[in-house]
């Protein structure tokens, strides 16, 4: 922990010298009196770092000292601080490692080059999550990354959506994906048929720990973008498990877009009939669960019935009731 800290004051005063001991403190998250002990700490290993007092004071270290890094293009630099989205960074545990690895990159380039890198960090922000939810980190997520990493296989328990039941499965983790604020681990489960390539939502394994067997030996023509890219539509169309038959109104139909799963919204789409007598249309929509239905179409009200499943008519049957009677109560006073 220390020695990484050590890293980056080495390197936040090479790329920006005359940084005070508050300014620092600031930046690593220390006390000022831990700076000043780990300036001394540097001093003791070779560095050249001092510090000086004045109005150009601050620490700074020997002229000289630098290793820099010549052959970046401007928009290589640009692109190397664009990579990584902060929240996934965190969620996987690697913030500090990424921002000691920015120092190092701003640290090494010449001073034209650290101008194009700072300049596209304060032009561009990427934030994976979707609007509407609070981002959360799945918690078994940084024992998968750390699978991942070191190609180790690992016994995984996973929830599998709409049932009650779990399931449990030897995976020889390939790597990560989020998508939409929802990060997936792509793997191959060994003792599957012909040593199958699945797809877990990280959120839904509820137990992980590490098979007795060594490091798996990674396929190197395994293409994680690739995979991904050619299986996404189908992997997400393979969560839709349930079918619910709805009845909208004309405007009901409008907003389904809005609050469907994309991967079954063409389907419904396509299995409209109607208009009826009272203007209504009858869809088919893929949806994932009962209760991931109800708390998706709940946002039509009255612009939508369902018809099927019987248990998730009688879901909205007892939302009905209940508003009914709260509302009747209130109107009476």
């Not at 959360?136 to 998968?144: C, F, K, N, V």
């Not at 489960?189 to 490091?215: C, I, K, M, Q």
């Not at 877009?257 to 869809?283: F, I, K, N």
């Amino acid at each position: 922990m220390r020695a990484a800290r050590l890293i980056r004051m080495a390197l936040l005063v090479q790329s920006s010298p005359g940084l005070t001991a508050d300014a620092l403190a600031r930046e690593l998250d220390v006390s000022r009196r831990t700076v000043i002990r780990d300036a001394q700490a540097l001093q003791e290993a070779g560095v050249p770092i001092r510090a000086e007092r004045g109005r150009a004071g601050g620490y700074h270290l020997a002229p000289g000292h630098r290793t820099r890094l010549t052959t970046l293009h401007p928009t290589e630099a640009e692109t190397l601080y664009l990579s990584g989205l902060p929240t996934a960074l965190r969620d996987l545990g690697l913030s500090d490692a990424a921002d000691t690895a920015r120092l190092k990159l701003s640290a090494t380039l010449l001073p034209s080059l650290r101008a194009a890198a700072e300049s596209s960090v304060r032009r561009f922000h990427l934030d994976a999550p979707a609007w509407f939810r609070e981002p959360s980190t799945p918690e078994l997520l940084p024992a998968l990354a750390r699978a991942v990493w070191s190609d180790r296989t690992v016994e995984i328990t996973y929830a599998r959506p709409g049932r009650d039941d779990t399931v449990t499965r030897l995976l020889q983790p390939y790597g990560l994906v989020l998508k939409a604020g929802v990060w997936y681990v792509v793997g191959r489960v060994p003792d599957g048929p012909g040593g199958a390539w699945r797809t877990y939502r990280v959120d839904r394994v509820t137990a992980l720990s590490p098979s007795g067997d060594g490091p798996f030996v990674r396929d190197p023509g395994f293409d994680l973008t690739g995979y991904w890219r050619a299986n996404a539509e189908a992997f997400a169309r393979t969560l839709l498990r349930t079918t619910a038959t709805l009845r909208l109104t004309e405007g009901g139909l409008a907003r389904l877009p809005a609050v469907a799963d994309p991967a079954g919204l063409g389907e419904a789409l396509a299995s409209a009939s109607g208009p009826d007598a009272d203007g209504r249309v009858t869809v088919e929509l893929p949806v994932e669960s009962e209760e991931v239905a109800f708390a998706q179409l709940s946002e039509l009200g009255a612009d939508m019935e369902v018809l099927a499943p019987k248990g998730l008519r009688e879901r909205f049957r007892a939302h009905a009731r209940d508003l009914a009677a709260l509302y009747g109560v209130a109107g009476q006073r």
